[in-house]
């Protein structure tokens, strides 16, 4: 079965820093881009991150909202994407998903979801 | 930025209705763009792709058109496993998602 297990999540005060991580299973993942999207209590799906994979050159993607706080990484021996989240702000409150990008013709979509895991900046 | 905009916010039906959603792209994104849907408390799960192309294991009864800048997702007799909210995205530049559509028991 394919899936996605985001994991780190958990209460954070402004200003700190938090590591999600994302452990693929069921596919090959070093194949595939990821990307991170978050969803804010009551609100809509927003995007955050995206790294490609290593055959078109692993590299990555930010929104401005959090360009220069987040980096996103891989590590396809293990399966497993990161989210490194610093100078957290109140506005980063929110469930935080992992995707695996579906490609085509250079443009990716969402083709799996994990569950989610829910980051909560609060002092 | 492109901006997505759903209408309507949110739909009122009965089992067995014809439903409609339309999405539209503040400029051209061909036909890049997909749709999905989100249940209280889970993850959002593709539905469509290419703005067309039914994503393996989706019902049958769920179906995308359009290009350009409008599209639709029609259900085409909703079932009681379809009441959720529905979310159009477009790919061709980042990825940015209308507000969604939510789907209610009428």
């Known amino acids: 079965e394919v899936q996605l297990v985001e994991s780190g999540g958990g209460l954070v005060q402004p200003g700190r820093s938090l590591r999600l991580s994302c452990t693929a299973s069921?596919?090959?993942?070093?194949?595939?881009?990821v990307s991170w999207f978050r969803q804010a209590p009551g609100k809509g799906l927003e995007w955050v991150s995206f790294?490609?994979?290593?055959?078109?050159?692993?590299?990555?993607e930010y929104a401005a909202s959090v360009k220069g706080r987040f980096t996103i990484s891989r590590d396809d021996s293990r399966s497993i994407a990161y989210l490194q989240m610093n100078s957290l702000k109140s506005e980063d409150t929110a469930v935080y998903y992992c995707?695996?990008?579906?490609?085509?013709?250079?443009?990716?979509?969402?083709?799996?979801w994990g569950k989610g895991t829910t980051v909560t900046v609060s002092s | 930025d492109i901006q997505m905009t759903q209408s309507p916010s949110t739909l009122s039906a009965s089992v067995g209705d014809r439903v409609t959603i339309t999405c539209r792209a503040s400029?051209?994104?061909?036909?890049?763009l997909a749709w999905y849907q989100q249940k209280p408390g889970k993850a959002p799960k593709l539905l469509i792709y290419?703005?067309?192309s039914l994503e393996s294991g989706v019902p049958s009864r769920f179906s995308g058109s359009g290009s350009g800048t409008e599209f639709t997702l029609t259900i085409s007799s909703l079932q009681p496993d379809d009441f959720a909210t529905y979310y159009c995205?477009?790919?061709?530049?980042?990825?940015?998602f209308g507000q969604g559509t939510k789907v209610e028991i009428k």
């Open positions: 400029q051209s994104i061909s036909s890049w």
């Open positions: 790294i490609r994979s290593k055959e078109y050159g692993g590299t990555t």
């Open positions: 290419t703005a067309s």
């Open positions: 995205q477009q790919y061709i530049s980042y990825w940015t």
């Open positions: 069921g596919f090959t993942f070093g194949d595939n881009a």
């Open positions: 995707t695996r990008c579906g490609r085509q013709f250079g443009y990716y979509y969402m083709d799996v």
